[in-house]
């Protein structure tokens, strides 16, 4: 096997940011690659090398072969890091490695091509005894013959991208006649996000845990594993919650399920760091789903409870070098709990966001890990995954991981948009999870429409920020009158300054006035309720308060003129002064008129102008961060502007329709 000494990291964000530093570690030079919506990205600056590859778009990036083995060249990189995502489980983007003698930090190119489609992989592993959940896996992809097959699989079955993962593609059909429609949609996902309309059916399994085995291999037959991941907190088959071990492993139940995943990797000539996953019923049955021939976003639980470093691993084993592990050598210690802190909106369907990062805070609690790839006023960009970092907590047991990982996201702030914070933290605090009785069923049984709704900030939360809100524009209006006193700050000639404010917060709006007694001390009226608040301490963006009684921990940053963003123990909050906003002229967008909620793709465009519609009819379908959104009509009407077109790029809140509402 070749040497290297210089890796180019084709890849982006907390995961460029993590193979960087273990390489510079090791002596490596470092080469990163960026798009232009990534020029302040932090992966950039840490590499000792950066090259410009494209435009943001991930077709004209990231995503192009050419460019990436073009910027190694000029780079002088004799070895390439994937990370995961982008070109990590292409095959010919690793042929094209080899052809131009770069070494590909991964597997080789037939084994990522065989594991990288569904169906010949199940029946490489049935032929390998690796067991399987029953269903349909063949070349035949008519209608005729896949609806057959679902007839003899039984419903529940699941329809899956042969081609892909993380959710596309996948459909739960519960009966044989939503079967045809779910056919239809999968292709046509799969098309779009994989270049493949292929597809599987399997039996469903209900409520099964979803544990994955961490396996590596070297290139002097050496095959082990490294424990196992329960990855069962998923959202749209997306994994958001990962531990490791898994809380209903026995010693007996992981030594089959392991030796199941090395004799799946051992099958393919497998080499380097792969994820066996697998599908476990409550009666200790497991059955194999898919094998990822790279390293996983979730691998940093492993890691904690192996003490191992899994990208030096990889980097050693693709340098030729023996693992230098056996089976024997593994022991788990501990337990790790990582979340994905995502930019999405979970109050509106876990819509994905972007926007300028206000504020990056990560916590610094003991026992924490934060992998990140984001710096305070970064750019967010709608072209890329919405997952920014990820937290991860150790502790000597399961209940003290969780512990520490609800404080680190309490502690966590990050303001400009939208984030999934509360939602990580209300999945961490259910009984159900915190027994570890989790699974894939978790979210859609333990969650509500009302509990995903924006948190509503308490009275002593609201008293708390209103005194924010007012001693940051205090501070500012003495910035602009240099000549005024400091003892005079909260005066005017009738005594005291009194300040008024209207914030509202699930669809009530709440009248606050704020009256200082001196520096620290005020008086908070929230509707006629008196709050008294003491200021403790006071920072650039952090302050300590005592709202009646009670010790708060706040974070703050300015939003713009009258806005305020506010995080208290993990809940964040845009405080909007609506009367600043009256007082502006500022009104609200009729709901006959249909914006793009975030910039994309229009995949589809169903109406067209003169058509009559519904409330809840959907309109066109917008591709954008990797998912499909459905563009819905909010009021009955008639299309009197369509601007929307198939295949037409759309940028946040440009105009798509307008409903002419029915009087």
């Known amino acids: 096997m070749k040497k290297f000494s210089n890796i180019l990291i084709a890849n982006r964000g907390e995961i460029a940011v993590r193979v960087i530093k273990t390489a510079k570690a090791l002596g490596y030079k470092t080469t990163a690659i960026y798009s232009e919506a990534d020029t302040a990205a932090p992966h950039v600056g840490l590499a000792d090398n950066a090259v410009l590859i494209g435009p943001a778009p991930v077709q004209q990036s990231y995503l192009d072969m050419d460019k990436v083995l073009a910027a190694a060249k000029r780079a002088g990189a004799d070895a390439i890091h994937p990370g995961y995502g982008f070109l990590s489980e292409n095959a010919e983007f690793a042929k094209a490695c080899a052809a131009a003698g770069i070494v590909f930090i991964g597997p080789s190119a037939d084994a990522i091509d065989l594991m990288g489609n569904k169906a010949a992989a199940k029946r490489r592993m049935i032929d390998a005894g690796v067991p399987c959940v029953p269903g349909y896996e063949g070349r035949d992809q008519s209608d005729e013959v896949l609806l057959n097959e679902g007839e003899l699989i039984g419903f529940p079955l699941m329809v899956k991208a042969a081609a892909g993962g993380g959710g596309r593609g996948m459909r739960l059909v519960h009966a044989r006649k939503d079967l045809g429609a779910a056919l239809k949609s999968a292709r046509s996902e799969a098309l779009n996000a994989f270049g493949s309309e292929e597809l599987i059916l399997e039996k469903a399994i209900l409520q099964p845990r979803h544990v994955e085995i961490q396996v590596f291999a070297d290139a002097h037959g050496n095959v082990i594993h490294l424990g196992e991941r329960d990855c069962s907190v998923q959202r749209r088959h997306q994994k958001v919650v990962e531990e490791a071990p898994c809380p209903v492993m026995t010693e007996e139940l992981r030594d089959r399920m392991g030796s199941a995943a090395v004799e799946a990797a051992r099958s393919i000539n497998y080499l380097g760091a792969g994820t066996v996953e697998f599908l476990l019923d409550a009666a200790g049955n497991f059955y194999f789903l898919e094998m990822n021939t790279r390293l996983q976003v979730e691998h940093p639980v492993t890691e904690l ?24 050598d593994i022991n788990l210690t501990g337990h790790a709990i990582e979340v994905r802190l995502y930019a999405e909106d979970p109050s509106e369907d876990f819509l994905p966001c972007a926007g300028d990062i206000a504020l990056w805070q990560p916590a610094t609690s003991p026992g924490l ?59 961490l605090r259910r009984d159900k999870f915190r027994q570890g009785e989790a699974t894939t069923a978790f979210i859609a049984e333990e969650f509500t429409e009302d509990d995903l709704k924006a948190p509503v900030p308490s009275i002593s939360e609201l008293a708390a920020s209103a005194v924010l809100t007012y001693e940051q524009e205090r501070n500012m209006a003495k910035a602009m009158s240099l000549d005024v006193p400091e003892g005079l700050l909260n005066w005017s000639s009738g005594g005291l300054l009194q300040s008024n404010y209207a914030f509202s917060f699930g669809g009530i709006r709440t009248a606050v006035t704020v009256a200082p007694a001196n520096a620290d001390h005020y008086s908070v009226f929230v509707d006629q309720e008196k709050i008294p608040v003491k200021v403790l301490s006071r920072g650039e963006h952090n302050y300590r308060v005592e709202a009646d009684g009670t010790r708060l921990d706040v974070a703050f940053a300015a939003a713009g003129p009258g806005q305020m963003h506010v995080a208290i123990s993990g809940k964040t909050y845009l405080f909007s002064d609506d009367l600043k906003a009256q007082a502006s002229g500022e009104a609200a967008k009729s709901s006959g008129t249909v914006l793009a909620p975030m910039h994309g793709t229009l995949l589809e465009v169903f109406v067209a102008e003169g058509d009559t519609v519904q409330v809840g009819d959907r309109l066109a379908v917008l591709e954008a961060m990797k998912m499909q959104h459905d563009i819905l009509a909010e009021v009955e009407g008639t299309l009197q502007t369509v601007l929307a077109t198939k295949g037409a790029q759309a940028a946040a809140d440009d105009l798509l329709f307008e409903i002419a509402e029915q009087a």
């Open 369 to 427: 890990r934060i992998d990140s790839g984001i710096t305070n006023g970064q750019a967010i960009s709608p072209f890329y995954d919405p997952m920014l970092a990820k937290v991860i907590a150790y502790g000597s047991n399961r209940e003290e991981a969780i512990a520490k990982l609800i404080q680190g996201l309490e502690e966590t702030v990050l303001f400009g948009f939208a984030t999934n914070t509360s939602f990580l933290l209300d999945i």
């Open 305 to 328: 409870v192996t003490g191992l470093d899994l990208v030096e691993l990889q980097l050693r084993v693709a340098n030729g070098d023996p693992l230098g592990l056996d089976q024997s």
